[in-house]
């Protein structure tokens, strides 16, 4: 498997120090805005549902076993944090897909790449009918690991399993929108992330901590959106986009 984890991560925060480039700000403003709304929904919720779980963990455990809890307690809460930023997360970029469609569009343009006209109705069509395409990956997936996380023995793994999967997922969500302005399948961006599966995953990753840190949660979406579209732009090159990006990052590929 090729790839750099940490040059994954790098290109996060390429996004996330252009998120005020004055070329970009417009197209920031309304994915930031409902990041806000619904991390901070997601944040009151998730402590909520966090403080009822340890309740019922307490009350489940009998007295001799009460020892197990603070072996249990780390798990349970990683497990609950990785499961609620996941849902949110997947609910969030469905309904800010068409605003994250033109802040991709927008960064490929001021790179050189030229990319169709297309009118808001179509652009809001066709970005939605590409999350329900992913819907159709992601869930079978999900209900398959809310499986493994109820399995005793095996859901001592689930953290580890939530966070590994939830990183690819991640990237997966987010590179999708660069290859989406060109038209190109959902099978090829997954073929194509298989041959950088470390870079994605690093990238992944760090956007799946950070989505776990209140405030700092708020500009991931919008900075993710940028940093995977420059990490398509740079590692996951079309062969037939005669843009100056790609043929930049084809180069840079090439001479690894």
Same mark, same amino acid.
């Given at each position: 498997m090729r790839g750099n984890p940490w040059a994954g991560m790098m290109f996060f925060w390429h996004g996330l120090s252009r998120l005020g480039e004055p070329g970009l700000r417009r197209y920031v403003a309304l994915p930031l805005l409902l990041n806000v709304l619904i991390m901070s929904l997601a944040s009151w919720w998730g402590i909520s549902t966090l403080h009822e779980q340890m309740g019922a963990l307490?009350?489940? *455990?009998?007295?001799w076993l009460s020892w197990l809890y603070w072996l249990l307690l780390p798990l349970t809460v990683i497990t609950l944090l990785l499961l609620l930023m996941y849902f !949110? #997360?997947?609910? %969030? /970029? /469905?309904?800010?897909? +068409?605003?994250?469609? =033109?802040? #991709?569009e927008q960064v490929e343009r001021s790179s050189g790449v030229m990319l169709p006209e297309e009118s808001i109705p179509a652009l809001i069509?066709? @970005?939605?009918?590409?999350? &329900?395409?992913?819907?159709?990956? $992601? $869930? +079978?997936?999900?209900? %398959? *690991? %809310?499986v493994l996380s109820v399995i005793p023995g095996i859901n001592l793994a689930a953290p580890f399993l939530w966070f590994w999967f939830g990183s690819w997922v991640v990237a997966l969500q987010y590179i999708d929108y660069s290859f989406d302005n060109h038209g190109r399948s959902f099978a090829e961006v997954r073929q194509a992330m298989g041959q950088?599966? !470390? @870079?994605? *995953?690093? !990238?992944?990753?760090?956007?799946? $901590?950070? &989505?776990?840190? +209140?405030?700092?949660?708020?500009?991931? &979406?919008?900075?993710?959106?940028i940093g995977?579209? %420059?990490?398509?732009?740079?590692? =996951? +090159?079309l062969a037939d986009v005669t843009g100056k990006a790609d043929v930049i990052g084809y180069a840079e590929r090439v001479s690894e």
């Open positions: 307490v009350e489940w *455990l009998p007295g !949110f #997360s997947t609910v %969030l /970029i /469905i309904l800010a897909s +068409p605003f994250n469609g =033109l802040l #991709s069509r066709r @970005t939605l009918g590409r999350e &329900m395409t992913k819907l159709g990956y $992601l $869930l +079978p997936r999900y209900l %398959l *690991l %809310l950088e599966r !470390f @870079t994605v *995953l690093g !990238f992944g990753a760090l956007v799946a $901590l950070l &989505m776990t840190v +209140p405030v700092l949660n708020w500009f991931v &979406m919008p900075a993710a959106v995977a579209t %420059l990490l398509r732009q740079q590692r =996951l +090159p």
